[in-house]
């Protein structure tokens, strides 16, 4: 699946022109196994084995997830959350400092560069961070849609029925904009395909 | 089920089988609706002039299992036999996923929880802006960072005594350690890192056998 701002994490190795320089074939890595997602869902006895030798020996492994329906339906969450990602992160400072809970003392919300250490030194760390607690990748949309359009100043409507209530229906998301806009429509393009939801403007 | 859950449920299943346990046990002390440390962070690393300039020190991570997802290179693994330290290569279709230090508390050390860290993207990628997206699963808050019994932990020796600390005391206490001006807890001077010292040295990395 494409993605306007960059490669996808789902395999787009034929298409032509990247943005992406590709990581360097000349520097050593880290030998890391390779775990099918598919292969433990069919409770595959030898990826059991091998997921354990992975764990017991570096304890990092990759995880593929293209040969299963769930596996590819989360890559492409997580696709559509790096789109947003992008817009949230190029928001201007006070409004990412809107979500800044450190005062409230809560581990969640938005922490600017330098807030902690990232050696014995005590040199800081130049990182920006959004925390979200507990999300599911579903979820993880939905606040990332309404930070951003609350930035733009216009409150989206949002009317959300879960499948149990339409009974067997995919759930419905509706959501109203005063107004039409790039950013509102790029939004919310974002959050269909995040979701695989439906989305009424 | 959620799609990330599900990632995280069929690995804890499948670590159970391998220890000789329960499916459910580990999946038990991971209740998606109980309270927990569990939270995806989004990171954003502006580009920098120095290639060899780290932007997250070496740490072994504080819960059970992350899963991230990146596009540019910069995450490194220190190798357990060799302490080198070697760049993981980003790989389309695929997570990154790291076992934390719950899981070697859990396991009585059989599991491991690898020191790592990030520095900037190797070559032409050092450029460039740097996003991450990451979901920590971490043990539910009251759930008490010990040896689980059964299965092959039965054969690690006898229960050490070790009383375990909640999850959410284990947690307080490593991510303090890293913050600025919160008093004694967190960082004040050089050295006040070890208080947020994770399982790192606490085992040799087991290797595998070959033929």
Known sequence: ?201 | MQSNHLVLTTLFRSLSYSLGLPLDTFANLHRFDVPSGCHARLIQVHPYLNPLQQTLGEHTDFGSLSILFNRLGGLQVQLPDSHDWVHVRPAAGTAIVNLGDAMVKFSAGILRSNLHRVVSPPGEQAGLMRHSLVYFCRPEHEAILKRVEGGLIDAEGEDDGEEGVSSREWLERRHLARKIGVGAVGFQRPGDLAKGKGTEGSRIAWVAKTA
Request: hydrophobic content about 35%.
């Open chain 1, 1 to 201: 699946m494409a993605n306007p701002t960059g490669d996808s994490l789902i395999d787009t190795s034929h298409n032509v022109g990247s943005r992406i320089p590709p990581f360097p074939d000349d520097i050593r890595t880290a030998p890391l196994l390779t775990i099918s997602l598919a292969k433990l869902l069919a409770s595959n006895k030898e990826e059991h084995g091998r997921l354990f030798a992975a764990s017991r020996s570096l304890g990092f492994f990759y995880l593929d997830m293209r040969e299963c329906a769930e596996g590819k339906t989360l890559l492409s969450r997580a696709d559509s959350i790096f789109s947003l990602m992008n817009e949230f992160f190029k928001l201007p400072m006070e409004e990412k400092r809107r979500y800044d809970l450190s005062k409230k003392r809560s581990y969640f919300g938005y922490k600017g560069k330098g807030k902690e250490v990232m050696d014995d030194q005590g040199n800081v760390d130049h990182n920006e961070m959004y925390n979200v607690c507990q999300p599911s990748v579903e979820k993880l949309s939905l606040i990332l849609i309404w930070s951003l359009t609350r930035s733009t100043g216009r409150y989206p409507k949002m009317t959300y029925w879960p499948s149990r209530i339409l009974y067997r229906r995919p759930s419905l998301l509706c959501l109203t904009v005063p107004s039409s806009s790039h950013t509102c429509r790029a939004i919310t393009l974002s959050l269909q395909r995040s979701l695989g939801h439906s989305v009424i403007l």
